[in-house]
C-alpha cells in the first residue's frame, strides 16, 4: 500500500460533507481535501496537528465542498485545486443564496485527468492521481493511491451522486463508475458524504446504478 498516511476526517456545514486532511505523521506536509464549510474548525485541526498544507483540494465546485476555501488558503498559504471543468463554479456567487457559507475564491490549480497532488513524507513523496470523473459535475474527480479512493460525490456507502442538477452531466455518469469499478475490491472510498465504503463493497450497487442510467445496455 506504499506510504502510510494519517487520515483526518471532519464534517463540515449544514448538509454534512466530510472534508479530509491527510498527512505524514513525520513531515506533518498534508493535503486537505473538500473544505465544504466551518473553516475556523478546519484550521483549528490543522493548527493542532501542526500541519504544513501543500494544497487545497475541491473534488467538484458545489459550495457544500467548497465553501471554506478562502478561509483555509488565508490560514495556511496553500493553493486551491480543481478540475478546470469545475472552475467557474468556485466565482458563482448564486451559490451563496442556498448555502450562506459559500465564499467565492478562486482556482490557482486547474487540474485534468492523470496529473498527481503529492506532499512529502519521510519516505518520499504520496502521491494522489487525479481520476476525472464528470456526472454529478462536469469536473468531477476523485483522488487514488493504491489503497485509497477520495470519491467526492461520485460515489457513496449505497449510492452515487445526483446527476439531475444543473451542474451534473448525467450522460457521462456511467464510464466515470466504470472507472471506479477498475479499482481493486479492497481499496477503501472515502466518500464526500457518509462512511466509508470500499470498492468491493460497492460493486454489485454500481452496476446496478449503471444500468439504471444506461437502461438499453
Given at each position: 500500500?506504499?506510504?502510510?498516511?494519517?487520515?483526518?476526517?471532519?464534517?463540515?456545514?449544514?448538509?454534512?460533507?466530510?472534508?479530509?486532511?491527510?498527512?505524514?505523521?513525520?513531515?506533518?506536509?498534508?493535503?486537505?481535501?473538500?473544505?465544504?464549510?466551518?473553516?475556523?474548525?478546519?484550521?483549528?485541526?490543522?493548527?493542532?496537528?501542526?500541519?504544513?498544507?501543500?494544497?487545497?483540494?475541491?473534488?467538484?465546485?458545489?459550495?457544500?465542498?467548497?465553501?471554506?476555501?478562502?478561509?483555509?488558503?488565508?490560514?495556511t498559504?496553500?493553493?486551491?485545486?480543481?478540475?478546470?471543468?469545475?472552475?467557474?463554479?468556485?466565482?458563482?456567487?448564486?451559490?451563496?443564496?442556498?448555502?450562506?457559507?459559500?465564499?467565492?475564491?478562486?482556482?490557482?490549480?486547474?487540474?485534468?485527468?492523470?496529473?498527481?497532488?503529492?506532499?512529502?513524507?519521510?519516505?518520499?513523496?504520496?502521491?494522489?492521481?487525479?481520476i476525472?470523473?464528470p456526472?454529478?459535475?462536469?469536473?468531477?474527480?476523485?483522488?487514488?493511491?493504491?489503497?485509497?479512493?477520495?470519491?467526492?460525490?461520485?460515489v457513496?456507502?449505497?449510492?452515487?451522486?445526483?446527476?439531475?442538477?444543473?451542474?451534473?452531466?448525467?450522460?457521462?455518469?456511467?464510464?466515470?463508475?466504470?472507472?471506479?469499478?477498475?479499482?481493486?475490491?479492497?481499496?477503501?472510498?472515502?466518500?464526500?458524504?457518509?462512511?466509508?465504503?470500499?470498492?468491493?463493497?460497492?460493486?454489485?450497487?454500481?452496476?446496478?446504478?449503471?444500468?439504471?442510467?444506461?437502461p438499453?445496455?
Open positions: 500500500m506504499g506510504v502510510y498516511v494519517e487520515i483526518e476526517r471532519i464534517i463540515v456545514g449544514m448538509l454534512g460533507a466530510n472534508c479530509y486532511i491527510m498527512y505524514c505523521p513525520g513531515t506533518r506536509e498534508a493535503v486537505i481535501v473538500d473544505p465544504g464549510g466551518d473553516g475556523e474548525k478546519i484550521v483549528e485541526t490543522v493548527e493542532s496537528l501542526r500541519l504544513t498544507v501543500k494544497c487545497i483540494v475541491n473534488t467538484h465546485g458545489h459550495a457544500d465542498h467548497t465553501a471554506a476555501n478562502s478561509i483555509v488558503k488565508e490560514a498559504g496553500a493553493p486551491i485545486a480543481i478540475h478546470k471543468d469545475d472552475a467557474y463554479l468556485l466565482e458563482y456567487s448564486a451559490q451563496k443564496y442556498w448555502y450562506p457559507e459559500f465564499k467565492t475564491s478562486k482556482p490557482d490549480i486547474l487540474l485534468d485527468d492523470g496529473e498527481t497532488i503529492e506532499f512529502n513524507s519521510k519516505y518520499g513523496p504520496v502521491k494522489f492521481r487525479v476525472h470523473t456526472g454529478h459535475t462536469a469536473g468531477s474527480i476523485c483522488l487514488y493511491r493504491p489503497g485509497s479512493l477520495f470519491s467526492g460525490d461520485t457513496f456507502r449505497g449510492g452515487i451522486g445526483r446527476v439531475d442538477l444543473a451542474s451534473s452531466k448525467p450522460k457521462l455518469m456511467p464510464s466515470s463508475l466504470r472507472k471506479i469499478l477498475s479499482l481493486p475490491d479492497e481499496t477503501r472510498i472515502f466518500p464526500g458524504h457518509g462512511p466509508e465504503t470500499t470498492v468491493g463493497m460497492e460493486r454489485r450497487n454500481i452496476r446496478a446504478m449503471i444500468l439504471s442510467l444506461q438499453d445496455l
